[in-house]
């Protein structure tokens, strides 16, 4: 059962939901723009999440536009994880979100997969 995490009242920028799965793998499901208000509504959420946890899986299916604010959000997250010896791989970002990934340097730090099974996989190795 997974818990909703972020929206402040009145905002529409960012939701971020919760699942625990098994082997002690976590997944984050964003939905919203990850832009400077969207950033804002989970930073400190992500950053507790990803201190607490060494096996993370963040679903970007539901983020239509990533900026920069949102690239620093992810890899604070994926280096906390990293320092503890964890993994933490984006699942199916959209095509324009992806591409944004992958100029930026951040596919090569945080490996993305389009389906379930594979990052479960990533995360789990």
Do not use: H, Y
Request: proline residues 2%; glycine residues 12%.
């Amino acid at each position: 059962m997974g818990c909703r995490l972020g929206q402040k009242k009145g905002s529409l920028s960012m939701e971020m939901s919760v699942e625990q799965l098994d082997g002690g793998v976590v997944k984050a499901v964003l939905n919203g723009r990850l832009d400077i208000a969207g950033a804002a509504d989970i930073d400190m959420r992500f950053s507790v999440l990803a201190g607490a946890n060494r096996a993370v899986i963040v679903d970007m299916a539901g983020v239509p536009f990533l900026a920069s604010i949102g690239i620093r959000t992810l890899l604070i997250g994926a280096k906390s994880i990293q320092r503890r010896g964890g993994k933490m791989v984006l699942l199916r970002p959209t095509a324009e979100v992806e591409k944004v990934l992958w100029v930026s340097g951040v596919a090569d730090l945080m490996p993305i997969f389009q389906d379930d099974a594979s990052a479960l996989a990533a995360v789990a190795a």
